[in-house]
């Protein structure tokens, strides 16, 4: 059994309305987007983010305020994830990647900063999301260096970043 990325804590609290979940679903996801794993220091900040429903509301409407279904997400990654659901695809192993229940390496090898897709899981999560877009690649590019530079060792991206992050950050800013 791998260990996922992320997870939702336990007990889950209970709403009403999923939006109240943000600071909890913010805290679970280390502040970093479920899909492309970007912290908020490199996607635009806190504002910049949003709450995704894993299973898409408009189809599984049953689980809108289900805690364990409300994924945090970058606008770009939520605007590209949407509705979409491989309901038909499911079987043959087509789906997005879930964060909080995989290991990235399982899916994705790292080619400097591109994510080459090593399952179907990993296909059709980084076609829908785009994941490989220039952007992206750049940006990770720039965290891997960085990272190796003040380390000396390499980023691992079946950890979230912010962990591996924060001392260097807390380091430059001493």
């Known amino acids: 059994m791998t260990d996922s990325i992320f997870s939702h804590r336990v007990p889950a609290p209970s709403e009403n309305n999923y939006q109240k979940y943000r600071p909890y679903i913010r805290e679970d996801f280390h502040e970093c987007c479920a899909y492309c ?28 305020e289900e805690y364990t279904n409300i994924y945090y997400s970058c606008h770009v990654c939520n605007k590209g994830k949407w509705q979409h659901w491989p309901s038909e695809l499911r079987s043959k192993g087509y789906r997005f990647v879930d964060t909080c229940s995989e290991n990235f390496s399982d899916h994705f090898v790292d080619e400097d900063g591109y994510w080459k897709p090593i399952s179907h899981a990993g296909e059709y999560t980084e076609e829908m999301i785009r994941l490989n877009s ?12 960085l990272f190796n530079q003040y380390t000396g060792s390499l980023l691992d991206w079946n950890k979230p970043l912010k962990d591996q992050i924060d001392p260097i950050i807390d380091a430059l800013n001493k």
């Open 37 to 64: 794993l970007m912290h908020e220091r490199f996607a635009n900040g806190e504002s910049n983010f949003e709450l995704d429903h894993f299973k898409p509301k408009a189809k599984f409407k049953k689980l809108k």
């Open 134 to 145: 220039r952007h992206h690649i750049e940006i990770r590019q720039m965290i891997k260096n």
